[in-house]
């Protein structure tokens, strides 16, 4: 069970801090348990699995009420509230967790709230009354709260960090695009937007977690990075469908989820990138000469139907063919017609003519 912070976190984890983010009427009760000096052990379910682990108290079965539940924790036993904290179901409980399931805890409050979290999987808040911390158990995670200001300075510099490298992401996407209309795109220079695209991607991820545990006091923060993120996944996926190797069993979905499932040092070796993500079985190495199919740069035109740009790929290929194809002949595809065929032969032919002068500019 970890406690790390910048890890990913679980969705159990993460279900759970949104629950006690600042804004939601359990984060109040929390806040004014600990302003009172006390402490409080919370479960987050009351299904038949917490009622095999719990032993006296009352039926309390009322309104959630941050005010009602620092009433309750006066009490020395649990409080169960339903899965969605809506409404408290018991107070005063004894629980029972095995004695079996370990734990690393040593006070008895949080000993008993990490075994019932681990022995059934809810999630369970326990209030340290002599440390004045609330942590949150899961069935495999351990999280501390920690102060909001200190959870704001951090989403902030990874804001500044996420600037950057999505800076660095729009030069070679930029390039990309380039090297597509000139016809010399090399493994390299996919594999190093696919890098950049996951490394963004991740310090997004970072921030999002962040953004979970601030609730209603990261509204600011989520609106500058959805406008840093805009499009960015987009992106990665047409850039994998336009240059992973089609075959059996092996798709789309499953190439955008290896990517994302490889540690740091894999994403960061070209060669690991190319292997997991089966881009090309040559032997020429990183320089040798890839073509796209062509997804990428259909989505620049806009409005332009998937199903359109599906059919049109499907019937010429890779880009390279597609552009030397006149409009008659697209509009010749099925589904495409004059309309289309005459639309996406002008934009192509403009994308191409505005990425030269802006590479040799």
Sequence with gaps: MSDRHGERHSKELLSALAAVAPGRPLRTGLDRILKAGMGALIVIGDDADVLNISSGGFLVNASFSPQRLSELAKTDGAIVLTSDASYIARANVHLVPNPN????????????????????????????????????????????????????????????????????LDEVSSNLTSFEVEHVVTLRDV??????????????????????ELGTDGRLIRLQLREL????EDERRLVVRDY????????????IETLSSLDIDDLLD??????????????????????????????????????????????????EKLNRASAEEMAAVPGVGEHWGSTIKDALSRIAESSILDRYS
């Excluded at 690393?104 to 019932?116: C, I, N």
């Excluded at 369970?124 to 920690?146: G, P």
């Excluded at 937007?193 to 953004?211: K, M, N, P, T, W």
């Excluded at 992973?244 to 190439?255: S, V």
């Design 191 to 212: 594999v190093t937007i696919l890098q950049r695209g996951e490394l963004v991607a991740r310090i997004s991820e970072e921030i999002e977690q962040h953004l979970t």
């Design 270 to 319: 070209a060669e690991e990138v190319v292997e997991a993500m089966h881009l090309s079985d040559t032997s020429e190495g990183l320089d040798a000469s890839i073509e796209p199919r062509g997804f990428r740069m259909l989505a620049r035109i806009p409005r332009l139907p998937i199903e359109v740009a599906e059919n049109l790929i499907a019937n010429f290929g890779t880009l």
């Design 229 to 232: 993120m805009a499009g960015v």
């Design 244 to 255: 992973f190797k089609q075959e059996m069993p092996w798709d789309l979905e499953q190439a």
């Design 101 to 168: 399931v370990p734990t690393e805890e040593t006070g008895t409050r949080h000993r008993t709230a990490e075994r019932v979290a681990r022995s059934i999987g809810v999630p369970v808040v326990s209030v340290s009354e002599d440390m004045a911390v609330v942590t949150v158990y899961t069935k495999n995670e351990r999280y501390q709260l920690e102060p909001i200001p200190s959870i704001l300075s951090r989403c902030n510099q990874a804001l500044q960090t996420l600037e950057r490298y999505k800076a660095r």
